[in-house]
């Protein structure tokens, strides 16, 4: 059969030739178009994450309205490549959307890249500092909206244990963990915190409930009794393994999660949401290109300004408001310094 | 294979033997009756009545069963359980199929103990639960495809008693074999199968086995030629002392080789008799350097190889023809050619350095075909798509045509027919005349006793008797591979068998029959 | 007696090769114009459910995937599927289920990456060193579960699997700000490869392409002839046909497993090479990933041919390329997925189900030709 499939290898080679060759010459850049409106690339997990692509999205949604801008969303898939990213930004951008929106640091160097392409077109990324003099990079402050939550969670614990899930160990993960442990121990010393991680380098982590589903399970299991995950679209699942244990609490991450309607049957055991305002600041962006005024360079959303906060939705933190507070002007004066990498 | 004309009628109450040469057609024609191939034409009819079977499942429905030559048993299952196995809806799974099971044992003798395990039954006490086990199902005509290839003469008369007491409660039996002299002697009608077309119907009485052998192979059968010693006095192979322990599958170490020791001198015939199962596929495997023996010494030629690899051991001149070509003798999915490579990848003309030399390998292959009568349409056809005999036609070739100093033969006429089986005697006599050494191993005790200089009879992984092949019989032969007599046998009644053993296989068979 | 056999012969010496290799030309297009159609059909059912137009969407893949710079991409997304590939089907050619390719190029990449970033050697020599590591280690991944496999009996897909967690996991490790790698805004990656050690590339009016192709051609050759033209080739494609048939033939099977899954790792260390010297030049959190598993469905495509592996990779940066541009179109970005699978399903069907006709063909010839003769011989029977 090896000759047989030789062969068979021959003619398609031929074949798949004789078209490449009509094909020379042109390219698929070389159609262009009018302003189309907001052009926005998630990261994987897609706009119904619940969580950090689908902040991004609610940005998007407030232009549609109070703007009158037309948008277009495309999603990342798993297991991506450079060339993926450039192809998503650069399609968008040729067919004329503006400005067009990289959510998460993966889209940092196509949107170096792609931007130089296309001059007379705004970017932005969010969670990375992408340089090129038609870029907007928007950064937040999650240790210090983290620290809050830590604080939160020291408070609520009743076995002093509390817990941490990243999706993927990466350096913007590992400033939630930062600002979380920090946050527990400084309120009560003896809080033990336990940082887990769904996948060591794989943006998988991100999108994989069932994992984060099993990984709250076993904090569960271990009598941890308040876990704060951030890990996009995987949050879902932790979120749902902890409802069911009674007297347990999750804290979200980027969307007020106690809010999201796919959440709503487990809201009641969500404590808060640590608010990354993604939002605000891809709004904030779309609203400075329609006015002609583009935002560009480095733009951080701090804890100060609204950039991140803690979700009150539910009421669960009543209670707790006070220590919280207190705790937020000690950052924002400067007393307490957040790190923003764990320490060790 | 293709069958095209073919005619059979089996008169019910009778057992009608179907015999031809491997790859004439015969095992299609079994598929076909037993619903597992479909004929392109013609019709198939059962008690008068038109059939057309599209499963096995159709066939046992008009109570046709078949043994086949492979059994079909859960070793770690009763032989009771076996039986009921997949028929539970007949007699259920207690009381009712044991009493089955008993009735049906006794009104055919079979003799079966259902609750041994199948694992410890021998091959012939397995054959009866497989015939048992169609019978179960209701079967009123068995298909038995060579039924008396596993079998030492002992089990065979056994075996045909059984037959004959399914005849005599008008059973009808298929019996699928190419042994003439057991055809002769137990069928009450012969078809004869060549190139997938009956070409003769016979009653037993009518035909001779020179007569009938004749009918299979299409031609004049060669004469026996007279015995000439070419056994010279240097010792081309010597085994001492040779030792090897395996694990059973009960986690058991027994020695399956244990204490082997002879020698093969150049143009010598040693072989090897023993009922399968004893160690002589150990034996072999140690020769190749399959298996690593934990003691004794293997001289080939002079030199020490027991430690050498196999491939080491096939340059240095070991031809293989094993025991079964499918597993250790073929790729079958491979073309011919490559099966021509296939053990002598380091040699002549196949490679050169490092190199394969393809054109030489399929030009040799050609040779091969044409010089070894491989009938083919092709080397570039796969070794699946050839018959039996042809197969082993091929492995003869290729392990001949590099002029091995000892061929290590195994069962190397099983399976094949008349025709090729001659044509490779031939070839290992030819061989030996030019100092070939040959072990030999073999079921077919005709054949061993015909093409042997020296006979050897293990038992339980030792060698435990010796015979002169120029006066044994192979029932003498027969209880001392059971394990009944050991050390020099004699031939004892006397009668001299000598010049018919120059002649191996069926064609003397006939002579004794039973 | 001795003339006999001569007389017999006759079936090889006549000419019907000849309708043989038609019969052949015919099975080898039937198969891959089958798996084509099958696949198209599936596809068109799959659009027509969700409501989508299957004909409006294969004109876009037609047509955006012929455009120049989408053929620049596909090349370049092709590279590292091809090295990929080759690496399982080195495996798959003796029957040993390579599910590790993805493991051993990450670490490989990953340590080839710690090295080209802490040494500032002469390009050439540099880019050579750097291949050299990732070529080692790989094959020490892959050897690991070769000599499990031989010495303790775990089968390669279970311990394959399990080190590409274990890879996974150093990589991680590792992959930290202070150990082996450096911080660079929210991404970390080992430090960078220096200018001098990146790679050729091949430019075209588009963007280039990466010049890695060379060795992904050379090593496509070389799989070929080491496979299909030497010894050592032959040996391995016997093990992988019949591990017994090749004990028996002298083959050392257990070297054979450890030698050919080294092999595989040598090739898989590869795989990450044209991203490292030609794109990235260094191993960060964004280094690619899954590339192993993409392997895994071009070498089942291309049937574990050079060249089929090479048009498989092809097709898959096609499918990739144009899929991006389905979604672009409001299409659902999943279909190209569903498409992938159900090409290599319908391959993979297509391929065994001529395969199998093939062969019943060709015994029905066999048969035939026997037939023929006996027909002559029975006349003269009967006569």
Same mark, same amino acid.
């Given at each position: 059969?090896?000759?047989?499939?030789?062969?068979?290898?021959?003619?398609?080679?031929?074949?798949?030739?004789?078209?490449?060759?009509?094909?020379?010459?042109?390219?698929?850049?070389?159609?262009?178009?009018?302003?189309?409106?907001?052009?926005?690339?998630?990261?994987?997990?897609?706009?119904?994450?619940?969580?950090?692509?689908?902040?991004?999205?609610?940005?998007?949604?407030?232009?549609?309205? !109070?703007?009158?801008?037309?948008?277009?969303?495309?999603?990342? $898939?798993?297991?991506?490549?450079?060339?993926?990213?450039?192809?998503?930004?650069?399609?968008?951008?040729?067919?004329?959307?503006?400005?067009?929106?990289?959510?998460?640091?993966?889209?940092?160097?196509?949107?170096? =890249?792609?931007?130089?392409?296309?001059?007379?077109?705004?970017?932005?990324?969010?969670?990375?500092?992408?340089?090129?003099?038609?870029?907007?990079?928007?950064?937040?402050?999650?240790?210090?909206?983290?620290?809050?939550?830590?604080?939160?969670?020291?408070?609520?614990?009743?076995?002093?244990?509390?817990?941490?899930?990243?999706?993927?160990?990466?350096?913007?993960?590992?400033?939630?963990?930062?600002?979380?442990?920090?946050?527990?121990?400084?309120?009560?010393?003896?809080?033990?915190?336990?940082?887990?991680?769904?996948?060591?380098?794989?943006?998988?982590?991100?999108?994989?409930?069932?994992?984060?589903?099993?990984?709250?399970?076993?904090?569960?299991?271990?009598?941890?009794?308040?876990?704060?995950?951030?890990?996009?679209?995987?949050?879902? *699942?932790?979120?749902?393994?902890?409802?069911?244990?009674?007297?347990?609490?999750?804290?979200?991450? +980027?969307?007020?999660?106690?809010?999201?309607? &796919?959440?709503?049957?487990?809201?009641?055991?969500?404590?808060?949401?640590?608010?990354?305002?993604?939002?605000?600041?891809?709004?904030?962006?779309?609203?400075?290109?329609?006015?002609?005024?583009?935002?560009?360079?480095?733009?951080?959303?701090?804890?100060?300004?609204?950039?991140?906060?803690?979700?009150?939705?539910?009421?669960?933190?009543? +209670?707790?408001?006070?220590?919280?507070?207190?705790?937020?002007?000690?950052?924002?004066?400067?007393?307490?310094?957040?790190?923003?990498?764990? $320490?060790? | 294979m293709?069958n095209?004309?073919i005619?059979i009628t089996v008169r019910r109450g009778t057992v009608h033997a179907l015999v031809g040469e491997n790859g004439a057609g015969k095992s299609t024609l079994m598929k076909i009756l037993y619903g597992m191939q479909k004929p392109?034409?013609g019709s198939i009819a059962v008690d008068g009545d038109r059939v057309s079977f599209g499963s096995p499942a159709d066939a046992i429905g008009r109570g046709i069963g078949m043994v086949h030559q492979h059994f079909m048993l859960a070793d770690n299952l009763t032989v009771a359980e076996n039986v009921v196995l997949g028929a539970e809806k007949l007699y259920g799974i207690s009381g009712r199929a044991r009493a089955k099971i008993m009735e049906l044992s006794e009104a055919y003798g079979l003799n079966v103990r259902p609750d041994l395990l199948v694992e410890d039954l021998g091959v012939a006490d397995r054959q009866r639960v497989e015939i048992l086990k169609v019978l179960y199902r209701g079967a009123r005509t068995l298909i038995l495809d060579e039924p008396t290839a596993v079998l030492v003469p002992q089990e065979v008369d056994a075996l045909f008693d059984n037959l004959r007491e399914l005849k005599a409660e008008g059973l009808t039996v298929i019996f699928i074999s190419h042994k003439l002299g057991e055809v002769l002697s137990v069928a009450d009608d012969i078809t004869v199968i060549?190139?997938?077309?009956t070409?003769?119907s016979?009653h037993p009485?009518?035909?001779?086995?020179?007569?009938l052998?004749?009918?299979?192979?299409?031609? !004049?059968?060669?004469?026996?030629?007279?015995?000439?010693?070419?056994?010279?006095?240097?010792?081309?192979?010597?085994? +001492?002392?040779?030792h090897l322990s395996a694990t059973d599958s009960d986690g058991v170490v027994r020695a399956v080789l244990d204490?082997v020791?002879?020698?093969?001198?150049?143009?010598?015939?040693?072989g090897i008799a023993g009922v399968e199962g004893n160690g002589q596929a150990e034996l072999v495997e140690a020769?190749?350097?399959m298996r690593?023996?934990? *003691?004794?010494?293997?001289?080939?030629?002079?030199?020490?190889?027991?430690?050498?690899?196999?491939?080491?051991?096939?340059?240095?001149?070991?031809?293989?023809?094993p025991e079964d070509r499918h597993r250790h003798g073929l790729?079958l999915e491979?073309?011919?050619?490559?099966?021509?490579?296939?053990?002598?990848?380091?040699?002549?003309?196949?490679?050169?350095?490092?190199?394969?030399?393809?054109?030489?390998?399929?030009?040799?292959?050609?040779?091969?075909?044409?010089?070894?009568?491989?009938?083919?349409?092709?080397?570039?056809?796969?070794?699946a798509?050839?018959s039996g005999g042809?197969q082993q036609?091929?492995?003869?070739?290729?392990?001949?045509? /590099?002029?091995?100093?000892?061929?290590?033969?195994a069962h190397p006429t099983r399976g094949v027919d008349?025709?090729?089986q001659?044509?490779?005697?031939?070839?290992?006599?030819?061989?030996?005349?030019?100092?070939?050494?040959?072990?030999?191993i073999s079921a077919d005790l005709d054949e061993l006793i015909?093409?042997?200089?020296?006979?050897r009879v293990m038992y339980r992984g030792r060698l435990v008797a010796?015979?002169?092949?120029?006066?044994?019989t192979p029932e003498e032969l027969g209880s001392a591979m059971t394990g009944a007599a050991s050390?020099?046998l004699?031939?004892?009644?006397?009668?001299?068998?000598?010049?018919?053993?120059?002649?191996?296989g069926e064609?003397?068979d006939g002579?004794d029959t039973r | 007696?001795?003339?006999?056999?001569?007389?017999?012969?006759? @079936?090889?010496?006549?000419?019907?090769?000849? =309708?043989?290799?038609?019969?052949?030309?015919?099975?080898?297009?039937?198969?891959?114009?089958?798996?084509?159609?099958?696949?198209?059909?599936?596809?068109?059912?799959?659009?027509?459910?969700?409501?989508?137009?299957?004909?409006?969407?294969?004109?876009?893949?037609?047509?955006?995937?012929?455009?120049? +710079?989408?053929?620049?991409?596909?090349?370049? $997304?092709?590279?590292?599927?091809?090295?990929?590939?080759?690496?399982?089907?080195?495996?798959?050619?003796?029957n040993?289920?390579?599910?590790?390719?993805?493991?051993?190029?990450?670490?490989?990449?990953?340590?080839?990456?710690?090295?080209?970033?802490?040494?500032?050697?002469?390009?050439?020599?540099?880019?050579?060193?750097?291949?050299?590591?990732?070529?080692?280690?790989?094959?020490?991944?892959?050897?690991?579960?070769?000599?499990?496999?031989?010495?303790r009996g775990v089968s390669?897909v279970i311990?394959?699997?399990?080190?590409?967690?274990?890879?996974?996991?150093?990589?991680?490790?590792?992959?930290?700000?202070?150990?082996?790698?450096?911080?660079?805004?929210?991404?970390?990656?080992?430090?960078?490869?220096?200018?001098?050690? /990146?790679?050729?590339?091949?430019?075209?009016?588009?963007?280039?392409?990466?010049?890695?192709?060379?060795?992904?051609?050379?090593?496509?050759?070389?799989?070929?002839?080491?496979?299909?033209?030497?010894?050592?080739?032959?040996?391995?494609?016997?093990?992988?046909?019949s591990e017994e048939a090749?004990r028996a033939? &002298?083959?050392?099977?257990?070297?054979?497993?450890?030698?050919?899954?080294?092999?595989?790792? @040598?090739?898989?260390?590869?795989?990450?090479?044209?991203?490292?010297?030609?794109?990235?030049?260094?191993?960060?959190?964004?280094?690619?990933?899954?590339?192993?598993?993409?392997?895994?469905?071009?070498?089942?495509?291309?049937?574990?041919?050079?060249?089929?592996?090479?048009?498989?990779?092809?097709?898959?940066?096609?499918?990739?390329?144009? &899929?991006?541009?389905? !979604?672009? !179109?409001?299409?659902?970005?999943?279909?190209?997925?569903?498409?992938?699978?159900?090409?290599?399903?319908?391959?993979?069907?297509?391929?065994e189900?001529?395969?199998r006709?093939?062969l019943k063909?060709?015994q029905?010839?066999?048969?035939?030709?026997?037939?023929?003769?006996?027909?002559?011989?029975?006349?003269?029977?009967?006569?």
């Open positions: 059969m090896r000759r047989v499939t030789k062969i068979a290898a021959a003619s398609i080679a031929s074949a798949a030739l004789a078209f490449t060759a009509t094909a020379c010459g042109e390219s698929s850049t070389e159609s262009g178009g009018q302003d189309k409106g907001v052009g926005l690339a998630f990261d994987v997990g897609g706009r119904d994450d619940h969580s950090f692509n689908e902040s991004a999205a609610r940005g998007v949604d407030k232009a549609k309205k !109070e703007l009158g801008v037309d948008a277009k969303m495309m999603t990342a $898939k798993n297991n991506e490549t450079e060339a993926d990213r450039e192809q998503r930004l650069s399609q968008l951008a040729e067919a004329g959307y503006n400005p067009v929106i990289g959510v998460g640091f993966n889209y940092e160097k196509s949107i170096t =890249k792609v931007a130089k392409d296309f001059p007379d077109t705004t970017f932005g990324v969010v969670d990375a500092v992408a340089k090129g003099k038609n870029i907007d990079s928007m950064v937040f402050s999650e240790h210090e909206g983290s620290y809050l939550a830590g604080v939160a969670a020291a408070l609520k614990t009743k076995t002093d244990k509390v817990g941490f899930i990243g999706g993927t160990q990466n350096a913007l993960i590992r400033k939630f963990e930062a600002g979380f442990i920090q946050g527990v121990k400084e309120t009560k010393k003896d809080v033990k915190v336990v940082p887990e991680y769904l996948y060591p380098n794989n943006d998988k982590g991100f999108n994989d409930p069932a994992a984060a589903k099993a990984k709250a399970k076993g904090m569960l299991d271990r009598d941890i009794d308040v876990i704060y995950t951030a890990a996009g679209q995987s949050g879902a *699942g932790s979120v749902e393994s902890i409802a069911k244990k009674k007297g347990a609490w999750a804290i979200g991450v +980027d969307s007020d999660q106690y809010l999201q309607p &796919g959440l709503a049957q487990y809201k009641e055991s969500i404590l808060t949401s640590m608010m990354k305002n993604v939002d605000v600041a891809v709004f904030d962006l779309i609203k400075s290109v329609e006015e002609g005024k583009p935002l560009t360079g480095t733009n951080a959303y701090l804890l100060k300004d609204g950039g991140v906060r803690l979700a009150k939705s539910g009421g669960n933190i009543d +209670d707790i408001m006070p220590q919280i507070e207190e705790a937020k002007e000690k950052i924002i004066s400067g007393e307490i310094k957040v790190d923003e990498q764990p $320490k060790g | 293709a095209h004309d005619d392109d034409e060549r190139r997938g077309t070409v003769a016979v009485s009518e035909v001779t086995p020179k007569q052998a004749e009918l299979m192979v299409g031609s !004049e059968l060669p004469s026996p030629e007279t015995r000439e010693s070419t056994v010279t006095d240097t010792v081309m192979l010597d085994v +001492d002392g040779l204490g020791s002879f020698g093969i001198r150049k143009g010598e015939v040693l020769v190749m350097g690593d023996p934990d *003691g004794g010494r293997i001289t080939l030629d002079g030199d020490d190889i027991s430690r050498a690899s196999t491939r080491k051991r096939r340059e240095d001149g070991i031809g293989y023809i790729l491979a073309p011919l050619w490559e099966n021509r490579i296939l053990g002598h990848v380091t040699e002549e003309p196949n490679s050169r350095g490092g190199r394969l030399d393809l054109k030489a390998a399929r030009s040799d292959t050609a040779r091969i075909v044409r010089d070894y009568d491989v009938r083919t349409p092709g080397i570039e056809v796969t070794a798509s050839l042809n036609k091929l492995i003869v070739g290729r392990e001949m045509s /590099h002029h091995p100093k000892l061929l290590i033969a008349v025709g090729a001659a044509q490779i005697w031939d070839q290992i006599r030819e061989a030996r005349r030019e100092g070939l050494a040959v072990l030999l015909g093409l042997s200089d020296t006979l010796d015979a002169d092949p120029a006066t044994i050390g020099h004699e031939h004892e009644d006397g009668r001299d068998t000598a010049q018919d053993s120059d002649q191996p064609q003397r002579g | 007696m001795k003339e006999q056999p001569r007389q017999q012969t006759a @079936v090889a010496d006549r000419p019907p090769r000849k =309708k043989i290799d038609k019969d052949k030309l015919l099975l080898a297009v039937a198969a891959p114009v089958l798996a084509i159609v099958a696949a198209l059909a599936i596809t068109s059912v799959i659009f027509l459910t969700t409501g989508d137009d299957p004909f409006r969407a294969f004109s876009i893949m037609v047509d955006y995937g012929s455009k120049s +710079d989408s053929q620049v991409v596909i090349i370049n $997304k092709a590279i590292p599927y091809f090295l990929s590939a080759l690496a399982v089907a080195i495996g798959f050619r003796m040993l289920f390579n599910i590790g390719v993805d493991g051993q190029y990450r670490i490989a990449a990953f340590f080839a990456a710690v090295v080209g970033g802490a040494l500032a050697l002469p390009g050439f020599l540099q880019i050579a060193v750097v291949m050299i590591v990732a070529m080692l280690v790989g094959a020490v991944w892959s050897g690991i579960a070769g000599l499990l496999k031989t010495t390669e311990s394959t699997i399990m080190l590409n967690s274990i890879a996974a996991a150093i990589i991680g490790y590792f992959l930290h700000e202070g150990r082996l790698a450096v911080r660079d805004g929210n991404l970390i990656h080992t430090e960078p490869i220096p200018e001098a050690a /990146h790679f050729f590339s091949i430019p075209t009016q588009e963007d280039p392409v990466n010049g890695f192709i060379v060795v992904a051609v050379v090593v496509g050759f070389l799989y070929w002839y080491l496979l299909g033209r030497t010894r050592f080739g032959f040996d391995l494609r016997t093990v992988g046909r090749a033939s &002298g083959v050392g099977v257990k070297r054979m497993v450890v030698t050919s899954m080294v092999l595989s790792g @040598v090739v898989a260390g590869l795989v990450g090479m044209p991203t490292l010297l030609g794109e990235s030049y260094n191993y960060g959190t964004d280094f690619p990933t899954g590339i192993g598993f993409t392997g895994i469905a071009i070498a089942l495509l291309g049937r574990n041919n050079a060249v089929g592996m090479a048009l498989g990779a092809l097709l898959w940066g096609f499918l990739e390329r144009t &899929g991006g541009r389905l !979604e672009f !179109e409001g299409y659902a970005q999943e279909i190209v997925g569903v498409m992938q699978g159900v090409i290599v399903l319908c391959v993979v069907i297509a391929y189900l001529v395969r006709y093939g063909a060709q029905r010839k066999v048969g035939e030709q026997l037939a023929a003769e006996a027909r002559t011989d029975k006349a003269e029977v009967s006569a």
